[in-house]
C-alpha cells in the first residue's frame, strides 16, 4: 500500500519526465513550464519522438535528453548541437536517466517499458508520480516491496488513484469498506458487439471525455483501461478485488470514491482534464494552480451512473480472474493486451480480437508466482510470443477494410 510521507517543503523541486513526449508528458511539461524556478529540469526522456523531445529540452532548459530508440541518436544530437544539453540513447539510457538526482520523477512511458527507469527511480528513493500502470499490474507486488524498501514515494496520477489518495483514510485502513473507481465507460459504451466487431481505429481512439495517447483510448474502449486500474488500486492501496467496484459514470466528472464502514461515501470531482491529478502530484503536498477548467456544477446539471456490462465489456472480467489467479496472470494480462493494442492500431486484427487474445493467452499459459523481477520479465516474454502467435494467425486471415 502506498503510504503518506510526512509533508515535504513547499520548496523548489527538481523534475524528470520519464515519456516527456506523450499525452501525460506533454501535460506534465506544460505545467512544469508554468513555473520553471520552482520546477528546473534534470531529464527528459522519450521512445523516439526527437523533434518534440529537443524542443522540450530547449524550452526547459533540461541537463539531458535521451531517447530510447538507438537508431534515434544521431538526430537529437544534431537537433540539440550547441545547447549544452547531453545526449543519450537506448532503454538503459532512459533507466539512467531515472536514477539521475530529481527530486520528482513522473513516470509516463506506456507499457511494460516503464518498469526498469521506474524501478530506478523508486530504487533511489524519489517521489514518483505514477501515471504508467501497466508497470504496476505487471509486478504490482515487487514494486510495492520495492517502494517500501528503498522509501520512495508513489503518488497516483491516473485521475482515479489521485481522487482516491485524496479521500483515503491512511491512517485507519480498516475504516475503508471499499473502493469505487469510476469509467467514462469509452467510446462504445452504448454501442453492441456487432457494431464493436467491426470497429475501426478511429472510433475506438476518438475517447468521449478524455484525451489520451492511442493505447490507453483502445484501452478505454474495452474497458481492459478499468481492469488495469482496478489491479493497480489492488496494490496502490492493499484493498482486495472484491471491495474494488467499478461505475460507468460517462461525464467523468466524480473521478472515483470511498466508501466508509459507517455508509460515508468520499468522492473527489473536477472536470476531465489530467492537469489536475498531475499538479496534485508536482505540487504535493501543496496545491498548485493549473489552467484546468473549473467545474461548474450547475452547467454539468445531470450526473450519471451506471452499471457496467460484463456481456459488451468481458476485459473486466478478465482483469478480475487475472488478479484472483495471482502470481504471473496479471503480468500475461497486460502484455498480451500490449500486443493485441498494438495489432490492433496496425489494423492487423478486428476490435474483439484485442480481448479474445487476451484470453486465450491468459489461458495457454501458466500463472507461476512471481519471486522476482527475472520471472517478471520471463512471464511478460512468453505472453508476448503467445500473443504475437494469435495475432499472426488472425493475420492470415483477411483484415478488409480495417
Ligand atoms: N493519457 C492520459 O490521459 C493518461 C491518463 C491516466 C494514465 N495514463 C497512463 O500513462 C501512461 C502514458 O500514457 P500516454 O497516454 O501519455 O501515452 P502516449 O501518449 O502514448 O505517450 C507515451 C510516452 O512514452 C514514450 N515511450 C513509448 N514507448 C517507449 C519505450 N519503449 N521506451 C521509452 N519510452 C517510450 C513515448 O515516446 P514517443 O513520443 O517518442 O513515442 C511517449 O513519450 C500509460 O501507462 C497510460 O495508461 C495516461
Redesign the pocket.
Known amino acids: 500500500m502506498v503510504v503518506k510521507a510526512e509533508a515535504a517543503p513547499d520548496a523548489p523541486r527538481s523534475v524528470t519526465i ?10 506534465t511539461v506544460d505545467l512544469v513550464s508554468r513555473d520553471p524556478e520552482r520546477f528546473p529540469v534534470e531529464a527528459l ?6 523533434t ?2 529537443a524542443q522540450q529540452a530547449r524550452q526547459l532548459n533540461a541537463r539531458m535528453a535521451v ?3 538507438p537508431a ?1 541518436y544521431a538526430e537529437l544530437k544534431d537537433l540539440l548541437s550547441g545547447s549544452g544539453i547531453e545526449v543519450a540513447a537506448g ?1 538503459d539510457a ?1 533507466a539512467a536517466a531515472a536514477e539521475r538526482p530529481a527530486d520528482w520523477v513522473m ?5 511494460a ?2 518498469l526498469e ?1 521506474t524501478l530506478a527511480a523508486v530504487r533511489r528513493g524519489a517521489i514518483v508520480a505514477f ?5 504496476l499490474v505487471c509486478a504490482g507486488a515487487l514494486m510495492m516491496e520495492e517502494v517500501k524498501t528503498h522509501g520512495a514515494t508513489l503518488l497516483p ?3 482515479e488513484h489521485s481522487a482516491i489518495y485524496q479521500v483515503f483514510d491512511f491512517e485507519r485502513t480498516d475504516s475503508v469498506a471499499r473502493l469505487i473507481l469510476t469509467a467514462s465507460g469509452g467510446p462504445f459504451r452504448t454501442r453492441d458487439r456487432g457494431f464493436m466487431a467491426a470497429a475501426t481505429r478511429e472510433q475506438a481512439v476518438a475517447h468521449p471525455t ?8 483502445v ?1 478505454s474502449a474495452t474497458m481492459m ?1 478499468k481492469g ?1 486500474e482496478l489491479i493497480e488500486a489492488h496494490f496502490l492501496f492493499g484493498i482486495p478485488e472484491d471491495r474494488i467496484d467499478v461505475l460507468v459514470h460517462p461525464q467523468s466528472v466524480v473521478h472515483s470514491l470511498v466508501e466508509y464502514v459507517d455508509g460515508s461515501v468520499l468522492a473527489q470531482l473536477g472536470t476531465p482534464d ?1 492537469r489536475t ?1 498531475i499538479a496534485y502530484s508536482l505540487g504535493w503536498p501543496a496545491r498548485i494552480a493549473t489552467p484546468a477548467e473549473r467545474l461548474d456544477l450547475v452547467k454539468a446539471a445531470t450526473l450519471t451512473f451506471e452499471a457496467p456490462d460484463p456481456v459488451r465489456f468481458p476485459a473486466l472480467r478478465l482483469a478480475r480472474a487475472a488478479l484472483q489467479s495471482g502470481g504471473g496472470a496479471p503480468t500475461i494480462l497486460s502484455a498480451a493486451n500490449e500486443v493485441a493494442v498494438q495489432a490492433f492500431l496496425d489494423r492487423r486484427i478486428g476490435f474483439l480480437d484485442i480481448e479474445r487474445i487476451v484470453e486465450e493467452t491468459l489461458a495457454a499459459l501458466p500463472h507461476r508466482p512471481l519471486r522476482d523481477l527475472a520471472a517478471v520479465r520471463e512471464a511478460d516474454a512468453d505472453a508476448r510470443r503467445e500473443a504475437a502467435g494469435r495475432v499472426t494467425a488472425i493475420g492470415a486471415t483477411a483484415v478488409g477494410s480495417r
Open positions: 520519464l515519456g516527456s513526449t506523450g499525452s501525460v508528458g506533454t501535460q526522456t522519450a521512445n523516439r519522438n526527437v518534440l523531445l531517447v530510447a530508440d534515434a532503454s532512459v513516470a509516463a512511458i506506456v507499457g517499458a516503464g527507469p501515471a504508467n500502470k501497466e508497470v496520477v491516473d485521475s478524455w484525451e489520451m495517447g492511442a493505447k490507453i483510448s484501452d483501461n488495469l489530467m491529478p
